[in-house]
């Protein structure tokens, strides 16, 4: 209990100074909030002199007026004379404090002590400041939320979702961590231009930027140039190799302040989705390799099969034309020049097979000199003789090789589905068994199985044939 003070002795200086020097806030009111004591920690914090709150009531000291859980608190406190702490995790706004300096909440809690001051109930406040804590604490959670994040989107590389879900992905995770903003992905495409990759839903971000280079001089001043942006802030996504793959976005209105820790959580984004990229490249690769011959770069007979029975099993199962090409003489060039002849020879008549068929079609390499076309575009045995010369001539062309010219026809099989089979294994089997007719008739020939007597030499036309 609080003894009557003197009001004949006069106020000890070294107690004032010694009041002065605490860093927790004092406040002695009665039940109706009338302040007695105010010490120096309270006029730093508030601007509002011992003086100035000396009798005054708390609740009409300032413009905010204190919560209501506050001044139930104090009068609870002097009615039943029980302790009690307010925490700032249950009542984050008691008294409107502002940090000494900044234009911040001053984040506290306060301790009320119930005692008797002259003669009447009163209750003594002791407010400390936990901003340091508060700040900890949301800093942790922060640090927690991206670790949860990172997990997530780690997750998704790591089972090879679709490059799309793990960019939708980590816009919303970003979203999520800095409210109030929007995230946003560009990537370099073919022109040299950054685009969106995903349907375009942003407000706030460019959906494409034009590049006049991706030198490491123009990256630089884009990179510069975006940070100056209002409400915008851009990471580039560098490959291994040091070349620009893409920019990752973060955007707010402009009347909104930055988001917390957005920087942080942009670069550490950045990574994620360099390291998204990187395995959607490798991924890619690894396709590529398990479904493409690696000499020629045509389809391998893995994925030959795998789109033959599609095009078979197809609810909407249309005509096309199946062409196994096996080249003449091939062998004799293998003996007479060597492997590193025939292997560039295969190499040039895959490009030269390339350029000729329709995109919808597809070329392939089963061994050796065999090659298989499977083209939808030509879907009767009419157009599947015309397909099989055009071929024919192509690959017939001279092909220069070091200090000697290659040359080289073909005799090609037809297999029509579904006349001639209506299976992967059926379709191979006629156009291989046509193939041969035409190879035994006398080469640079095409033959169909189930059509003996239409055989024609492919050098010439269809007029003289």
Same mark, same amino acid.
């Given at each position: 209990?609080?003894?009557?003070?003197?009001?004949?002795?006069?106020?000890?200086?070294?107690?004032q100074k010694i009041f002065g020097l605490l860093e927790t806030g004092l406040i002695l009111c009665n039940d109706q909030g009338q302040i007695f004591l105010w010490n120096a920690w309270m006029e730093r914090v508030t601007g509002i002199t011992s003086h100035e709150a000396s009798q005054a009531q708390l609740h009409l000291l300032f413009t905010t007026q204190p919560?209501?859980?506050? !001044?139930? =608190?104090?009068?609870?406190?002097?009615?039943n004379k029980l302790s009690r702490r307010l925490s700032h995790q249950l009542h984050p706004y008691l008294l409107p404090l502002q940090q000494p300096g900044k234009d911040q909440q001053l984040h506290h809690s306060i301790m009320i002590r119930p005692l008797e001051y002259q003669g009447q109930a009163a209750c003594l406040l002791q407010i400390n400041d936990v901003s340091s804590a508060v700040r900890r604490e949301l800093h942790l959670r922060?640090?927690?939320? #991206?670790?949860?994040?990172e997990k997530e989107i780690l997750s998704l590389v790591a089972h090879n979702q679709p490059i799309n879900k793990v960019w939708q992905a980590l816009c919303e995770g970003i979203e999520k961590l800095?409210?109030? =903003?929007? =995230?946003?992905?560009?990537?370099?495409?073919?022109?040299q231009g950054l685009v969106n990759p995903l349907a375009a839903k942003n407000q706030l971000l460019p959906s494409n930027i034009s590049l006049d280079s991706t030198s490491p001089a123009s990256l630089a001043a884009l990179s510069q140039e975006l940070q100056k942006t209002p409400g915008w802030w851009a990471c580039p996504l560098i490959t291994a190799d040091e070349q620009l793959a893409g920019v990752l976005q973060l955007g707010w209105p402009e009347d909104a302040s930055t988001p917390t820790?957005? !920087?942080t959580l942009l670069e550490r984004s950045t990574q994620l989705a360099s390291i998204a990229l990187q395995n959607h490249h490798q991924l890619l690769q690894v396709?590529?390799?398990?479904?493409?011959? @690696?000499?020629?770069?045509?389809?391998?007979? @893995? !994925?030959?099969?795998?789109? #033959? !029975?599609? =095009?078979?099993e197809a609810a909407s199962s249309k005509p096309f034309s199946l062409l196994f090409i096996d080249l003449d003489g091939f062998k004799a060039i293998n003996d007479t020049h060597g492997h590193d002849a025939g292997d560039a020879l295969l190499v040039e008549l895959a490009q030269r097979l390339e350029q000729l068929l329709p995109k919808e079609d597809l070329a392939a390499r089963l061994g050796g000199d065999e090659l298989i076309v499977l083209s939808p575009s030509h879907s009767t045995l009419d157009e599947a003789y015309q397909l099989a010369e055009k071929l024919n001539q192509l690959l017939a062309q001279p092909f220069p090789w070091q200090d000697t010219t290659l040359s080289t026809g073909a005799s090609i099989g037809i297999a029509v589905f579904p006349d001639q089979g209506t299976s992967a294994n059926q379709l191979l089997t006629q156009a291989d068994n046509a193939m041969y007719l035409a190879k035994s008739r006398g080469k640079g020939q095409a033959a169909s199985c189930d059509l003996p007597s239409v055989v024609y030499n492919a050098h010439k036309s269809n007029s003289e044939g």
């Amino acid at each position: 209990m609080m003894s009557d003070p003197d009001p004949k002795m006069p106020p000890d200086p070294t107690l004032q100074k010694i009041f002065g020097l605490l860093e927790t806030g004092l406040i002695l009111c009665n039940d109706q909030g009338q302040i007695f004591l105010w010490n120096a920690w309270m006029e730093r914090v508030t601007g509002i002199t011992s003086h100035e709150a000396s009798q005054a009531q708390l609740h009409l000291l300032f413009t905010t007026q204190p919560s209501k859980a506050l !001044q139930d =608190a104090i009068k609870e406190a002097c009615k039943n004379k029980l302790s009690r702490r307010l925490s700032h995790q249950l009542h984050p706004y008691l008294l409107p404090l502002q940090q000494p300096g900044k234009d911040q909440q001053l984040h506290h809690s306060i301790m009320i002590r119930p005692l008797e001051y002259q003669g009447q109930a009163a209750c003594l406040l002791q407010i400390n400041d936990v901003s340091s804590a508060v700040r900890r604490e949301l800093h942790l959670r922060e640090a927690e939320a #991206l670790l949860r994040f990172e997990k997530e989107i780690l997750s998704l590389v790591a089972h090879n979702q679709p490059i799309n879900k793990v960019w939708q992905a980590l816009c919303e995770g970003i979203e999520k961590l800095a409210p109030g =903003a929007e =995230a946003g992905l560009l990537l370099l495409n073919a022109e040299q231009g950054l685009v969106n990759p995903l349907a375009a839903k942003n407000q706030l971000l460019p959906s494409n930027i034009s590049l006049d280079s991706t030198s490491p001089a123009s990256l630089a001043a884009l990179s510069q140039e975006l940070q100056k942006t209002p409400g915008w802030w851009a990471c580039p996504l560098i490959t291994a190799d040091e070349q620009l793959a893409g920019v990752l976005q973060l955007g707010w209105p402009e009347d909104a302040s930055t988001p917390t820790g957005s !920087q942080t959580l942009l670069e550490r984004s950045t990574q994620l989705a360099s390291i998204a990229l990187q395995n959607h490249h490798q991924l890619l690769q690894v396709r590529h390799l398990a479904e493409h011959d @690696s000499l020629t770069g045509l389809a391998n007979r @893995s !994925q030959l099969t795998r789109k #033959l !029975q599609e =095009a078979c099993e197809a609810a909407s199962s249309k005509p096309f034309s199946l062409l196994f090409i096996d080249l003449d003489g091939f062998k004799a060039i293998n003996d007479t020049h060597g492997h590193d002849a025939g292997d560039a020879l295969l190499v040039e008549l895959a490009q030269r097979l390339e350029q000729l068929l329709p995109k919808e079609d597809l070329a392939a390499r089963l061994g050796g000199d065999e090659l298989i076309v499977l083209s939808p575009s030509h879907s009767t045995l009419d157009e599947a003789y015309q397909l099989a010369e055009k071929l024919n001539q192509l690959l017939a062309q001279p092909f220069p090789w070091q200090d000697t010219t290659l040359s080289t026809g073909a005799s090609i099989g037809i297999a029509v589905f579904p006349d001639q089979g209506t299976s992967a294994n059926q379709l191979l089997t006629q156009a291989d068994n046509a193939m041969y007719l035409a190879k035994s008739r006398g080469k640079g020939q095409a033959a169909s199985c189930d059509l003996p007597s239409v055989v024609y030499n492919a050098h010439k036309s269809n007029s003289e044939g």
